[in-house]
């Protein structure tokens, strides 16, 4: 905390000084009008994107993992859980059953207990379901 409050301070001191530098700078003459709004606006720019940035930038956030207690709790088989990632992929009954190497009617079984255990009635609600409880990322 002392650190952040002296770097400010400092900074603002620095600025301060810049300013009357450049206010008497112009107060002799030595710089014409055009070339003290120039400075004033580009400094005031300046600060104005850094301090946008300082403010508004998140807290790192650590990448979302998948809830393993809600997984454990539902009961949710590995085979559910692999139809369940397809499904939210978007992919049809066919298209999960070719690349899971089992039949439609396998994959008809597995969603009817994903529905069952999530408590949902359509492949949309599963998916937000699921998402809404962590199990997919």
Known sequence: MKKTVVFYALALAVGALLLQWVEHQYALRLLSV?????ILATGFT?????LGHRLTRGPKQAPPTRNQKA???????????????????????????ERLFVSPNTIKTHLASLYRKLEVSRRTQAVSRARELRLIV
Do not use: F, M, P, T
């Open 46 to 50: 300046v600060l104005g994107i850094w």
């Open 71 to 97: 997984l454990d709790a539902l009961r949710i088989s590995g085979k559910e859980y692999e139809v369940l990632e397809l499904l939210a992929a978007g992919h049809s009954n066919q298209e999960i059953a």
């Open 34 to 38: 055009e070339v003290y709004i120039l």
